[in-house]
């Protein structure tokens, strides 16, 4: 009987474990540094991928429900509230999405783990976007209050 993708570690081990993980990462993010659509995303990061990409993976590995590789070196992670910093709107999902299926596509995965994988990162995904444009609306918020505070 084969166990469900997202039970126990049955999605990580359609990825290829670690290695598959890493290997997606790294296409992700060759993706993202050379596609005119994710240029806005890419300008969100640093220079140097490198810390990036391990944190990516890291998360990953425990997401897809191996080893949680990210909290053992960097400790609790809200996705959310990691990105909340940065001004992520929809046309940044989409074009992080479509870096994320070009890179899905290029693993040697089963087709309905390819589809599965790529749905559920539409979630958090969302989730950012929606996260983000909270705080951008908190932060207008404090802008306007600070500004009649300043004229009062």
Request: glycine share 8%.
């Amino acid at each position: 009987m084969t166990i469900p993708f997202g039970t126990r570690d049955a999605s990580f081990a359609a990825a290829g474990g670690v290695a598959g993980i890493e290997r997606l990462v790294d296409d992700f993010y060759d993706l993202m540094d050379t596609l005119p659509e994710a240029a806005r995303i890419r300008a969100m990061h640093p220079d140097d991928l490198t810390v990036a990409r391990d944190k990516l993976a890291r998360f990953l590995s425990g997401w897809l429900g191996g080893p949680r590789r990210y909290a053992e070196k960097y400790g609790a992670l809200s996705i959310p509230g990691a990105h909340a910093r940065f001004p992520i709107e929809e046309a940044d999902r989409t074009a992080w999405l479509h870096c994320m299926a070009l890179a899905i596509a290029r693993q040697p995965w089963d087709e309905a783990f390819a589809a599965y994988l790529l749905e559920q990162l539409g979630v958090p995904a969302r989730r950012i976007v929606e996260v983000c444009a909270l705080e951008r609306a908190a932060e207008n918020e404090r802008a306007a209050e600070d500004g009649e505070g300043a004229t009062s």
